[in-house]
């Protein structure tokens, strides 16, 4: 009797053994044909405090800024699977604009990306404005973009271009009190390309599914604007950035380097 | 019951027929755009804004509409006069919505889409874009962008020509912007007397003085005014005296670099008799004064081109008053009347 229960449980030991392995090596699960949704949650802050309009942030030399108007553009995203593939979001679709004054009561600002390939993701990137290769296109694949950024005062309409950022409030040092700050940094024409990708990888891997829209919360450091890459203090010129070509290649940099992959959202 | 089938088939055939001449469809008419053989290559991409009937004409609709304008005013054809070049009939600077008053003389619309780059300080680096700068400019159409769709998308003419006009047929932007850049890569100008005689065409023969003048331009002016186009796309400074009111600092503007102060794009002069007044600021109304000015009026502002540096050290391109007359003679064969008459860019 004894040895019969030993035998049982050993059969139902191969049996289970059995299917297990029988799932992971020849049942992979099938993501063929299936897609999802993947948002981007965008969540400015300022070091380690929330980014809230009119607030005054200290900086470093002593100078400190308020904002009341902050605006980015993010585009050309992608994602990249734990194969190594990339899933490229259409083109036609892929510029937007992170308005903070467009962000839910918890400062955030969602990009929602429909129709993603069913895939375990890796990393994400993308561009802060807009490259010169979509730039360089005219109208064409533009769509309602043009408008949209004009609406949302992203366009230099003296140059037919795109502010990739936009930072207006007043700034504040040893000798001066809440003087004009306006930060309005981007691409001039053909001479002058400020468009920079970040890669950011996941903590976990995002899980999009046909019934899994994950959501991955990136922390934006609007301090890294000032105190990034390189340290600029608006008393040496940087309390107006525009088409200046020493200044905003600087910006730029500083930028690219501001964001960073809090959490992930798997659901 | 035969009579009854009979209603029936007819009341069949008005609706659809009725339902034809209504509903509007996408009419991929070619309309091809032939580089005069004297010309160098075109430089828009058509590729991605294929040139169609339906499209010319939606782009001359738009570009003669004042509902571009804050006030419905503007038309981009207010500046743009045909008996003129497209240029603002004697003015020598652009008015605008509510009395507003540009900083620059209105260019002429003509052969851009052999060009590179538009605007005086070449701010536009795409024809497609340039429109942007007008429209949305508060001393000239003072208007948005999304304010002018939303007008277009309330007029039954642009439902339909939209349609007509474009594959997904939607009253946007990027189709507004490339319906202008149909109609202006279209405006070719290149049926000159000039060209006739560079091309050996209906027997055309230069006067002396238009042959000497030819022969002037080659050696002092053609440097920078060069090719079939009459320029060579640069920007320069030619040493204008700085106007302190205007204080254009020219290309400047586009990147702050200290070598592009007081620089400006090097202007065709295809059509110049009629093109007056001239330079960026139009502070010469007349060709004599713009050749004086060369000859004897040239500021040394601190930037200016090197080509224009005479073996003394002085600025300016040495003209005899033969050289003058003979230039303007030649200048004048620029005047292309088959291009400035031409009924497909009429309004009327």
Redesign the interface.
């Known amino acids: 009797m004894k040895t019969l229960k030993f035998a049982f449980a050993l059969l139902l030991c191969t049996i289970i053994s059995a299917c297990s392995s029988d799932d992971d090596a020849n049942n992979p699960e099938d993501l063929s044909g299936q897609n999802g949704t993947l948002t981007l949650k965008f969540d400015n802050g300022v070091g380690d405090q929330d980014f809230i309009f009119g607030t005054n942030y200290n900086k470093s030399n002593n100078e400190s800024y308020k904002v009341d108007n902050l605006k980015y553009i993010i585009s050309n995203i992608r994602v990249k699977d734990s194969n190594g593939n990339t899933f490229m979001y259409p083109d036609e679709n892929n510029a937007f604009i992170v308005d903070e004054a467009d962000a839910n009561n918890a400062g955030e600002i969602y990009i929602t990306l429909n129709n993603i390939d069913a895939a375990d993701y890796t990393e994400v990137t993308f561009g802060i404005g807009i490259d010169q290769e979509r730039f360089a296109l005219g109208a064409e694949g533009q769509g309602d973009f043009l408008e949209l950024a004009e609406a949302k005062g992203m366009l230099w309409s003296w140059a037919a271009g795109y502010k990739f950022i936009r930072i207006d409030g007043t700034y504040s040092n040893n000798t001066v009190i809440n003087e004009p700050l306006n930060i309005h940094m981007g691409s001039v024409g053909s001479s002058l390309d400020n468009y920079k990708e970040v890669t950011l990888s996941f903590p976990n891997t995002v899980r999009v599914r046909q019934d899994a829209s994950p959501e991955i919360h990136i922390k934006s450091d609007i301090s890294k604007v000032f105190d990034g890459t390189t340290t600029v203090n608006f008393a040496d010129g940087y309390d107006q950035v525009h088409v200046d070509a020493v200044e905003t290649p600087i910006i730029a940099t500083n930028i690219s380097g501001m964001f960073e992959v809090h959490h992930i959202h798997n659901d | 019951m035969k009579k009854i089938i009979f209603f029936l088939l007819g009341i069949v055939c008005c609706v659809s027929c009725s339902n034809e001449s209504q509903v509007a469809v996408y009419e991929p008419i070619p309309m091809v755009i032939e580089t005069p053989s004297n010309f160098p290559d075109i430089s828009y991409?058509l590729d991605?804004?294929p040139i169609t009937q339906a499209g010319f004409e939606l782009g001359k609709k738009l570009f003669y509409d004042g509902k571009l304008s804050s006030n419905n005013a503007i038309a981009c054809a207010f500046c743009h006069e045909q008996a003129f070049a497209f240029t603002h009939h004697g003015h020598n600077l652009s008015h605008g919505v509510n009395g507003g008053i540009g900083f620059r003389n209105a260019q002429p619309i003509q052969n851009l889409a052999y060009q590179t780059?538009f605007m005086w300080d070449?701010?536009?680096?795409?024809?497609?874009?340039?429109p942007?700068?007008p429209?949305?400019?508060e001393l000239e159409m003072g208007e948005?962008?999304?304010n002018v769709?939303q007008k277009l998308s309330a007029e039954p003419y642009y439902q339909e020509q939209f349609t007509r006009a474009f594959n997904d047929g939607e009253i946007?932007?990027?189709?507004m912007?490339?319906a202008l850049?149909q109609f202006m890569v279209a405006m070719v100008s290149s049926n000159s007397k000039y060209d006739k005689f560079i091309r050996n065409e209906d027997n055309v023969t230069f006067t002396a003085l238009e042959a000497n003048g030819l022969s002037t331009f080659e050696t002092k002016c053609a440097g920078c005014h060069a090719s079939s186009l009459f320029t060579d796309q640069t920007f320069r400074n030619n040493g204008l005296s700085i106007n302190p009111q205007l204080n254009d600092l020219g290309r400047y503007?586009?990147?702050?670099?200290p070598n592009d102060l007081y620089k400006f794009k090097v202007p065709s002069l295809r059509n110049v008799e009629v093109s007056f007044p001239y330079m960026h600021d139009g502070r010469f109304t007349t060709l004599e004064a713009v050749l004086e000015f060369y000859n004897s009026g040239i500021t040394d502002n601190g930037n200016v081109d090197e080509s224009l540096l005479k073996d003394d050290g002085t600025y300016g391109i040495d003209l005899s008053d033969y050289e003058k007359e003979s230039l303007i003679a030649f200048l004048k064969t620029l005047t292309d009347y088959e291009f400035l008459n031409d009924e497909r860019f009429a309004e009327f």
């Open positions: 991409n991605n804004n780059s070449g701010s536009a680096s795409h024809l497609d874009l340039q942007i700068i429209i949305t400019s948005s962008l999304s769709i946007n932007t990027e189709n912007l490339k850049s503007n586009i990147g702050n670099n």
